[in-house]
């Protein structure tokens, strides 16, 4: 079962919160770069990630599971969030630069299907950052937290789920070395400066990039072996009379004239 998404809106409002979203937006700020002029998805809960470039962006949409709900954004705009399926979403093939999923793959009933219809609106040559509770961090056992819930991955799990729909992982990194309490949030950077040179295991998240790649396939000749039906008992042709040679019964047949082909 999903958070919710008060939930999900409460927590991003408080300090741990705040913390988290100002952690992993600045990794998909260094991975991306410059927005503008590209399509973004951001697909389980991500508008807390995707504030940072709406503004720039050609185009962003969020799209959050019919079992989580959904809630306006951004606040006072043109709504650009919108509730579906997970594994059937309402958009075309190959429109997204950039997709992140956050809070996506977590609590999925088929993380492959739901993956794989991030790859069908991923454009040709688009990346795809997923955001998971890392296995061995501290965030995947606080239930007062949303990455507290559901399925921690380890990041070989998560290259696995991505091959199989078809995106390949092209690197991956950690985020929120915090412990997740409330009164370390304002020491946030600190924790996060010093956890990746002291003890990077255990992270509370891991962030893998994926880039979907397309493929020229050329037809290949495939030699075959023709079947010839021989009825069994049939007659084996006769050879052709010598020339100039009536046949037993005495009767004479003049040879057929051969047609001449023009070259």
Avoid at 74 to 96: H, M, Y
Avoid at 106 to 124: G, Q, S
Avoid at 233 to 247: E, I
Wanted: charged share 25%.
């Amino acid at each position: 079962m999903r958070r919710d998404v008060l939930e999900l809106r409460t927590f991003y409002a408080s300090p741990r919160g705040r913390a988290a979203r100002e952690m992993v937006a600045r990794k998909l700020s260094e991975a991306w770069g410059d927005p503008r002029g590209l399509e973004f998805l951001g697909l389980g809960y991500a508008t807390p990630y995707l504030e940072s470039v709406r503004e720039r962006a050609r185009r962003a949409v969020a799209v959050m599971p019919a079992s989580q709900g959904v809630e306006v954004w951004p606040v006072g705009g043109r709504n650009l969030a919108v509730i579906a399926d997970e594994t059937s979403l309402p958009l075309p093939n190959a429109v997204f630069d950039r997709v992140v999923c956050v809070h996506a793959l977590e609590e999925a009933d088929d993380a492959v299907a739901l993956m794989r219809e991030v790859c069908r609106v991923t454009a040709p040559s688009g990346r795809v950052i997923v955001a998971v509770a890392a296995r061995n961090g501290l965030w995947s056992n606080a239930e007062g937290t949303p990455f507290g819930h559901g399925r921690p991955w380890s990041r070989r799990q998560l290259e696995n789920v991505l091959r199989e729909a078809d995106l390949e992982p092209s690197g991956w990194t950690r985020a929120l070395y915090a412990p997740p309490f409330t009164w370390t949030a304002r020491w946030a950077e600190g924790f996060e400066q010093a956890g990746a040179w002291l003890w990077p295991p255990f992270a509370g998240l891991i962030l893998m990039e994926a880039v979907k790649q397309t493929y020229a396939v050329k037809p290949r000749a495939v030699r075959a072996r023709a079947r010839v039906f021989a009825p069994v008992g049939g007659l084996a042709p006769a050879p052709p009379a010598p020339a100039g040679r009536a046949s037993e019964t005495g009767n004479h047949r003049a040879p057929l004239a051969r047609k001449r082909v023009s070259p």
